[in-house]
């Protein structure tokens, strides 16, 4: 019989997850010495989460920027609203993006001082930096050295103390008289069991990947991290908070340039700027290249509604263009290319740059240069096929006041964690969110004075469900069972969805949750554990598009075809949270219940 250790850790602030969020919570925590942080991460802080191998963007209000062009925050906030369906359908959490937008300038400057790059010599912004167009009518994303992100946020922790254990699945919360008092924890490489006690926790364990099959069948090739497996969601979920949005399928089936890699090779609805033309095989323009923001103009021409106006209608001109062009390819009219014939060689050179510092670019770039040859201007990017992902920042996930605290009190959430279709939550809402929610516990920490007693109880359970997953004679491996979930969810729940199949797919599901899974190692365990909060989530999915009564292709990327129109009634957040084994929901209009 293998018996589990339990490691008992007293810390005033416990964080869930080591990402970006994680990082930065943890690093402003740690800014106050009466306190001890612990930071709990299931892989390893210095290149863990969506941005470990970098990420080159980051939008904010900027205002050295932005103020010369008479452009506010409030023009910031409206901007989203207008340039984004969520945003128009009621979607959109003014408060989250006013948070994050007022004070990302901030934590830029904070990045700057643990060592990152934002400013270059060539550059005429203000600052010297280098801003782009992204989702503002005015440019209002750095650019930046991205790439040492996580071993920069990595060393700032240990410099400040805060004690970093890598290695550790976070697997439950402890609740005591209605707040927060700790977690319970399960080694990755070493089956042990980590009983955290703390004042205030910050819950970061990002999105949720591996519910739906990835593009390629490779495993784990997805576009976020196969770390994140909603652990942090299926975790509040059984601690009775609610989880909005589950019901959203971020990616539609669409084309992308490099498909499912993503390195944004100047794909003018993206992000890097200046960006590269579309054309079909025949050399026809589907979409015109765009170019750099004039920065001689800055101060001399002010920013007016009409520059909105007009920015919108280009952006619409553009808007869901990878899924336009998916339906041109079901007619036969592909293949399409990213084309950079025109550029200048600065511009090539600024977008080898750029991609660099851009998620996994940097490989790709290195190879495709060095092994293939590839030159930005002579080589077309094809447009590929791109199945579901799952990637959406601050898209489904645990529901936050302004506050960024969750109904627990004491508990907080930052980044992909939290969902409220924050659209684009993205870096900022990791760097800024994460920076905000660590600040927010300190206090709550500081102003406790004795940890609450509580957590045997959940100790002992969790140590049973390892015990008995690591001594069961017979049982599925992990992977069949995970398998299975993603088929059951591609087939049953996917961009065309009715009553019939999603309660077909919970039957189904329920099957799932019967076979005996087994673990032979520690590493089988964690994955054990994993496929279980997959099956959560898969859960959530399920009954959160049953309970929604409409189709609602923008922003939540799926119709159903026994309600095939949106509804006003509908036009809001849909929560789910468990009540005495039972599920309730419950409608979220902005920041408020229905
Ligand atoms: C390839 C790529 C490129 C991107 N580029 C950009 C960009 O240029 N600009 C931009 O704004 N955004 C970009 N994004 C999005 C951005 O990177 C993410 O929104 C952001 O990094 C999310 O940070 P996070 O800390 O909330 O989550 P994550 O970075 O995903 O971190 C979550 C962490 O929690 C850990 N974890 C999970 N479960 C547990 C558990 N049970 N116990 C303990 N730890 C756990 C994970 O291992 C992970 O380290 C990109 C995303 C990708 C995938």
Known sequence: MKELKVIPIETDVLVIGGGLAGCMAAINAAGNKELKVTLAEKSDTRASGKAGTGVDHAWSYIPPVHEPMGYTLDDLVEDWRQSTASGASGFLRDDLVRLVASTMYDRMLDLEKFGINFRYEDSKVPGKFRVVYQYFSVPGSFNFDGVPLKPKLTAEMKKRGVQIINRVQVTDLIKTDGQISGAVGVGTRIAEIYFFKA???????????????????????TFGPPTCTGDGAAMALHAGLPIVNMESLSGKPNLRAGANYNPNYGDPRSTVQPA?????????????????????????????????????????????????????????????????????????????WSIKNEGRGTQFMRYFKDEEGFDLKKTRQEYAGYGPMEFGTGQRGLWVNRGLETEIRNLFAAGDEVGAFLNAAAAPGALAGGWYAGGMAATRALAQKK??????????????????????????????VEVYLQNLMDFYCGGIRSEAMLKRGLERLDYARAAPLKADNPHELARCLEVKSIMDTAEMVLRCSLERKESRPEPLGFRRSDYPQPSQEWSCFLGIRLEDGEFKYAKYRGDKPV
């Not at 910050?202 to 593009?215: D, E, F, K, M, T």
């Not at 290249?289 to 920065?295: C, H, I, K, Q």
């Open 276 to 352: 590269a033309r579309i054309i079909d095989w025949k050399g026809n323009i589907i979409v015109p290249r765009t170019r750099f923001y004039d920065w001689e103009k800055l101060g001399k021409e002010k920013w007016t509604p009409e520059v909105r106006r007009k920015w919108l209608e280009e952006r619409r001109s553009i808007g869901n263009i990878r899924g336009r062009m998916a339906e041109m390819h079901d007619r036969g009219e592909g293949p399409f290319y990213l084309d950079f014939a025109e550029a200048t060689d600065y511009e090539a050179q600024y977008i080898e």
């Open 199 to 221: 004042k205030a926790v910050v819950l970061c364990a990002g999105g949720q990947s591996r519910i739906h099959r990835n593009p390629t069948g490779v495993d784990f090739n």
């Open 451 to 480: 940890f609450p007693v509580a957590g045997e109880e959940e100790v002992k359970g969790r140590k049973a469900i390892c015990s008995e997953l690591l001594n069961r004679e017979r049982g599925f491996f992990w992977k069949e």
